[in-house]
């Protein structure tokens, strides 16, 4: 039955354009003639296999008027869209307006797209379509409206190829330090676009312990709880707080550590091996040296689909010392008659514009502190009550 149905179909297109199902073979096309000389054949070939799927082809057909159509991007070409019924005395169609260059009219009433369509070059096209008997207007102008269905035929595109961060040391985890950021050309109000970031792999991997998490939406990379306890820095010489790191203040500690040197510095090969590992450690680069190298991918279709479209970067990531130590638990006896604020604990800040917090377990205050840590008060606890605070610092701004 459908092989009967189906060569009905071909046997009604055949007489819709006037030739033999068997001159198919002797049928030349020429894609540079006129518009009125594309083969039938050619034109017809997506409603063909439209009509093998069970698709009824009177729906595209119709009379001339405004119409609202659908083709979804990408659609072989020459692709059919709809077929205007009109009088036997119209012999050609004018169109214009936004789709002259993407479709045509043949001159049997057909509009067809000529030129593959790109939903992220536009959507939706707005077009005017004239009748004509010779060079005369007889009928229209009718308005055609056909907008483009996104497929998803673009993959993630990453806005670096390679990404750049540094972290302290004892970095709390789940804190954010660095961003990735993918886009997607696709429809955005559809899963074609829809991200999902993920962390492939870190190099070096330690016992296969991650220290590093993505955020699988909004791609922001933080520690683990075993990065926060595990990233160290690179070794190297510690200097005092406004110690000036020259490379005098390396040579006077390594006397101090060394104090019998008859040899100078630069023919000592320990003191120019300390040297340049100094120098390596200050002016490290994480594009040509990173402590631990990131391959990130995103992920069309939210990441769900085995057909879901990716795309990779690197994110290069070197880890800084941090100078900040715990004190420890502090002991303050209330009602000090001495000048505030009281110096309880020292602490050292790593860098310029940091600002120590200050949280407290009854409340949290965010304040300004003297880098030395103080209390601005006396203390009043009450007998025999203990308060807890915690102190860290963060970098100015976050």
Same mark, same amino acid.
């Given at each position: ?14 007489? $819709? ?26 034109? %017809? ?13 009177? @729906? ?5 008027? +405004? ?27 004018? %169109? $214009? ?133 595990? %990233?160290?820095? !690179?070794?190297?010489? !510690? ?16 006397? $101090? ?22 120098? !390596? ?5 994480? %594009?040509?040296?990173? +402590? ?61 514009? $940091? ?33 807890? @605070? ?9």
């Amino acid at each position: 039955m459908r092989a009967l149905h189906n060569g009905s179909i071909l046997s009604h297109l055949a007489r $819709s354009f006037c030739f033999h199902p068997g001159a198919v073979a002797r049928h030349s096309i020429d894609l540079s003639s006129k518009t009125e000389m594309l083969s039938p054949v050619l034109l %017809l070939l997506p409603l063909l296999f439209s009509a093998a799927g069970g698709k009824d082809l009177e @729906e595209q057909k119709g009379p001339f008027r +405004d119409i609202q159509l659908v083709v979804a991007e990408a659609a072989p070409v020459p692709y059919a869209l709809y077929q205007f019924l009109v009088p036997n005395h119209i012999d050609s169609f004018r %169109l $214009s307006g936004e789709g002259k260059g993407e479709f045509e009219m043949s001159s049997d009433g057909w509009l067809y797209v000529q030129r593959p369509l790109d939903w992220s070059r536009e959507d939706h096209y707005v077009m005017m379509i004239e009748a004509l008997a010779g060079d005369q207007v007889v009928d229209g102008p009718v308005y055609v409206t056909v907008s483009v269905l996104d497929i998803n035929n673009n993959p993630p595109s990453f806005n670096q190829s390679v990404y750049t961060a540094w972290v302290r040391e004892r970095t709390p985890a789940g804190v954010p330090f660095t961003h990735v950021f993918a886009e997607d050309k696709d429809d955005p109000t559809t899963p074609n676009a829809a991200l999902l970031y993920t962390l492939v792999s870190q190099i070096p991997s330690r016992s296969n312990v991650p220290f590093f998490q993505i955020d699988p939406e909004t791609g922001a990379i933080s520690t683990t709880e075993e990065g926060q306890q595990m %990233l160290k820095a !690179r070794e190297g010489i !510690r200097y005092s707080r406004g110690e000036e790191q020259t490379i005098e203040t390396l040579r006077t500690k390594f006397n $101090s550590y060394c104090p019998v040197q008859n040899i100078p510095y630069e023919q000592n090969p320990f003191y120019t091996c300390v040297e340049r590992a100094e120098l !390596r450690k200050r002016n490290v680069d994480p %594009l040509s040296d990173p +402590d631990y190298t990131l391959i990130v991918r995103a992920q069309d279709l939210g990441g769900k689909s085995n057909t879901a479209l990716s795309g990779n970067t690197r994110v290069q990531i070197v880890v800084l010392e941090n100078l900040w130590v715990n004190p420890g638990p502090l002991v303050v006896m209330e009602h000090l008659a001495v000048v505030y604020p009281l110096v309880i604990a020292k602490g050292s800040i790593q860098q310029s514009g $940091s600002r120590l917090h200050l949280n407290a377990k009854r409340a949290r205050a965010e304040v300004p502190l003297p880098d030395h840590g103080g209390r601005r008060d006396p203390a009043d606890g009450g007998a025999g009550q203990r308060r807890q @605070e915690h102190v860290h610092p963060c970098s100015e701004g976050n």
